[in-house]
């Protein structure tokens, strides 16, 4: 196997500092911001992305950030019943607001048209967002990501390894192919 590291900490830290100023741009600001991270390592991600975006601008001292499992609403859901969902945390209703899902790779597409369904099961935002650390390409719906760490064409075989701090105990991004 071959082992391609694309992204080191630093790197990871730029990608994430970026996306938030382009969040809070596009939202003209901190208001009615809600930050939902799709787990297990999108949630880490979400979390830095809200905790930089809370630095940059200080809101109302409330939490904008919260996780959302998609578990139940898959496609594949049929073909994976091992899966064990993940608890969902909003930070508050999210009717009327601006939520931006986060997650660590987009590939098919799949996990995000999940998601956009168990939104729709909690409230009606006036829009949505897509921020995701990489985006492999190979999408089977159409989805797309407004925010992306780093564009990482690759094969169908390959297959990106994304460590965290908080969830691996190391942090990069490599690309492994067989
Ligand atoms: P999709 O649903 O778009 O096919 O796949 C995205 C979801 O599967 C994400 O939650 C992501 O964590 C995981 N995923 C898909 N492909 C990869 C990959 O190459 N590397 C990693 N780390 N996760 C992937
Ligand atoms: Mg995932």
């Given at each position: 196997?071959?082992?391609?590291?694309?992204?080191?900490?630093?790197?990871?830290?730029?990608?994430?500092?970026?996306?938030?100023?382009?969040?809070?741009?596009?939202?003209?600001?901190?208001?009615?911001?809600v930050i939902l991270?799709?787990?297990?390592?999108?949630?880490?991600?979400?979390?830095?992305?809200?905790?930089?975006?809370?630095?940059?601008?200080?809101?109302?001292?409330?939490?904008?950030v919260g996780s959302l499992?998609?578990?139940?609403?898959?496609?594949?859901?049929?073909?994976?019943?091992?899966?064990?969902?993940?608890?969902?945390s909003l930070p508050?209703?999210?009717?009327?607001?601006?939520?931006?899902?986060?997650?660590?790779?987009?590939?098919?597409?799949?996990?995000?048209?999940?998601?956009?369904?168990?939104?729709?099961?909690?409230?009606?935002?006036?829009?949505?967002?897509?921020?995701?650390?990489?985006?492999?390409?190979?999408?089977?719906?159409?989805?797309?990501?407004?925010?992306?760490?780093?564009?990482?064409?690759?094969?169908?075989?390959?297959?990106?390894?994304?460590?965290?701090?908080?969830?691996?105990?190391?942090?990069?991004?490599?690309?492994?192919?067989?």
């Amino acid at each position: 196997m071959t082992v391609r590291t694309v992204l080191q900490q630093a790197d990871i830290t730029r990608a994430l500092t970026r996306i938030s100023h382009e969040i809070l741009e596009s939202n003209r600001g901190v208001s009615d911001l809600v930050i939902l991270g799709i787990p297990t390592r999108g949630v880490a991600l979400a979390r830095r992305i809200a905790e930089t975006i809370e630095r940059i601008e200080p809101g109302t001292g409330e939490s904008i950030v919260g996780s959302l499992d998609v578990t139940m609403y898959r496609d594949d859901l049929s073909r994976n019943p091992t899966r064990a969902p993940s608890p969902t945390s909003l930070p508050g209703p999210i009717d009327g607001k601006t939520v931006v899902l986060v997650d660590d790779v987009l590939f098919s597409g799949r996990t995000i048209r999940a998601a956009l369904d168990a939104l729709s099961d909690l409230g009606r935002p006036r829009v949505v967002r897509l921020a995701v650390l990489v985006d492999r390409g190979h999408r089977e719906l159409p989805i797309r990501a407004d925010f992306v760490g780093k564009n990482l064409p690759s094969a169908a075989s390959e297959r990106i390894n994304v460590r965290l701090t908080e969830v691996d105990g190391d942090e990069y991004v490599t690309i492994d192919s067989p």
